[in-house]
């Protein structure tokens, strides 16, 4: 057992033990999401917003996003994203914030960014511009990445239930938050979701 082992042993075992390699996040990287509707393909951009990139290349490798569910899908706005499928670590992770990256790309149709409630807020959700959102650069919403393939794939991501309330009649956004899974799969079946994504060098040839 652990605790026979002499303190000497121990400190020897210590020594050697490799330390975790430090991820370095490339300045541009890929990511594919395999959809219910097809893939899709991102390119995130760390000149655009740094902490903004680096928490979407952490949530990629961690698998945050598997299973997820595009729960917020308004036609000619954006497509909601990033609930954990498990509520407890969405829990955790969603108070996680990242501090605000000053804007230097533009809301238009294909770009990525964070939601967010208030300024350096920014946590695990995103969403795809579906259109030229100017409003949303008024706002402050600060793109990451851009859809480099699949366009057409996220226009058909299913929009049937709307905005969340109190914008739209169904999606409860604090059920969202609280119970993820637990509620959007049972009670909205028809949304489309993730079934992984992957760093583009983490995909199979």
Not at 24 to 48: C, L, N, Y
Request: proline fraction near 6%; charge should be neutral; hydrophobic fraction near 40%.
């Amino acid at each position: 057992m652990l605790r026979n082992i002499p303190a000497a042993a121990l400190l020897l075992l210590s020594a050697c033990s490799k330390p975790e390699p430090k991820i370095v996040v490339p300045d541009v990287f890929r990511v594919k999401f395999e959809t219910s509707q097809g893939d899709i393909i991102v390119e995130a951009h760390r000149a655009w917003s740094p902490r903004g990139a680096d928490r979407f290349h952490e949530l990629v490798r961690m698998r945050y996003f598997d299973e997820g569910r595009f729960f917020r899908v308004v036609p000619g706005f954006i497509a909601q994203f990033g609930a954990h499928r498990d509520f407890k670590v969405h829990e955790k992770w969603r108070e996680f914030f990242i501090l605000d990256d000053p804007p230097v790309e533009k809301n238009t149709r294909g770009m990525l960014s964070y939601a967010k409630s208030d300024p350096n807020t920014r946590a695990t959700e995103m969403f795809i511009n579906l259109a030229d959102n100017k409003s949303l650069d008024e706002e402050r919403f600060v793109p990451f990445a851009r859809v480099v393939q699949g366009m057409d794939v996220v226009d058909k991501l299913y929009a049937g239930y709307g905005d969340v309330r109190p914008a739209g009649k169904y999606i409860d956004q604090t059920r969202v938050e609280g119970e993820t899974n637990e509620y959007l799969v049972q009670r909205f079946p028809k949304l489309d979701y993730i079934k992984r994504a992957l760093l583009v060098i983490d995909v199979p040839l």
